[in-house]
């Protein structure tokens, strides 16, 4: 069974703080994917890396893929209140995606 | 409305009744799924499948069965929910006729279940 753990659990940061959320396992993935999900709705996907050592940015929000993909960070700089919600990795293998527990972030003004 | 619909968004049951949630996508997407999200689990995959009348386990099938007749609608039974089965179900479809693991997935807004 592949397993994502996703650390912190839960980080609460005023706003223009930087953050960093990690995503670790001990299997290889074809491709991993960050998505953000907002109290009462379905997650929606952020960004899809599949190279090792891949790094992809979103505006303030940079993903990166470890070489070995087993793993990935994601990063906000300057937060803000909008970036609270809880934040999902999820590894792929074929066409199934295992999911982490998420990282539930709170960016206070 | 295009995109991806969940019915009913709330449901309170008995223990023992048959429940059916309902998940409907406008994008002829060949993929779907059902996943539940529980506190300390996150994510887990039910059921998916592939087309029309494919489908096949994922992580968590035991309680839960699914049909596919046609490609816009996946629903998921509970044929005799248990308390075990209280949770949020989200339904989701992929755009990808092989189903990459690139391939991005459209997820509803979730179906939120109370088995008393």
């Known amino acids: 069974t592949q397993l994502l753990e996703q650390s912190p659990q839960f980080l609460s940061i005023q706003e223009g703080e930087n953050l960093t959320v990690y995503c670790n396992s001990s299997s290889v993935f074809s491709s991993l994917q960050w998505y953000r999900q907002e109290p009462g709705e379905g997650p929606v996907l952020l960004v899809t890396v599949v190279t090792g050592g891949e790094v992809k940015k979103l505006k303030r929000l940079t993903f990166q893929f470890g070489d070995a993909r087993k793993d990935s960070s994601l990063h906000i700089t300057a937060a803000q209140p909008g970036d609270t919600g809880l934040y999902l990795c999820a590894g792929g293998s074929n066409y199934k995606l295992t999911f982490g527990k998420g990282t539930l972030l709170t960016v206070n003004p | 409305d295009a995109g991806i619909t969940q019915s009913p968004r709330y449901k309170i049951t008995e223990t023992g009744r048959q429940v059916t949630l309902m998940c409907h996508q406008t994008?002829?997407?060949?993929?779907m799924f059902w996943y539940r999200q529980d506190l300390g689990h996150g994510l887990r995959l039910i059921y998916y499948s592939a087309a029309a009348d494919i489908t096949d386990k994922g992580e968590v099938p035991d309680g839960y069965v699914v049909s596919r007749s046609k490609t816009e609608n996946f629903p998921l039974t509970l044929e005799s929910a248990t308390r075990s089965q209280t949770s949020v179900y989200f339904c989701?479809?992929?755009?990808?006729?092989?189903?990459?693991?690139?391939?991005?997935?459209?997820f509803g807004p979730g179906t939120r279940l109370t088995v008393l």
């Open positions: 994008w002829s997407h060949s993929y």
């Open positions: 989701a479809s992929s755009d990808g006729w092989w189903g990459s693991s690139t391939d991005t997935q459209y």
